[in-house]
């Protein structure tokens, strides 16, 4: 599967973004579905996670409350709606998709990227 991010941009804090993921090809509604991110100079981190039905949802604490993942599989697209963005927020955000588990995405399973689109939020 082919996946592509976009949305990304430059706002001041206390502001939002939303962040769409595009997915071309077979399979993607059987997948879980991740956004990561990496600040600069950092690893790349976990961010949010869904699962193929969207049941099953998890968020990094430092985004539980401000950020919301989303899917719609009909249109192959995942979102990550970010409202109260802080500085720390800053980095290149990725999506990703899981091909070993629907549920849960976990970053030592093989994962399927698109590239990342900058989110820089301002103080």
């Known amino acids: 599967v082919q996946l592509q991010a976009s949305g990304g941009g430059s706002v001041q804090a206390g502001g939002s973004l939303t962040l769409s993921c595009a997915a071309a090809?077979?399979?993607?509604?059987?997948?879980?579905l991740g956004w990561f991110r990496q600040a600069s100079g950092t690893e790349r981190e976990l961010v949010a996670s869904i699962s193929w039905s969207s049941n099953t949802i998890w968020y990094a604490e430092s985004v539980e409350g401000r950020f919301t993942i989303s899917r719609d599989n009909a249109k192959n697209s995942a979102y990550l709606q970010m409202n109260s963005l802080k500085p720390e927020d800053t980095g290149l955000y990725y999506c990703?998709?899981?091909?070993?588990?629907?549920?849960?995405?976990?970053?030592?399973?093989?994962?399927?990227w698109g590239q990342g689109t900058q989110v820089t939020v301002s103080s």
């Open positions: 090809g077979p399979s993607f509604s059987a997948y879980a």
């Open positions: 990703a998709a899981d091909s070993e588990s629907s549920v849960a995405v976990r970053p030592t399973h093989k994962l399927y």
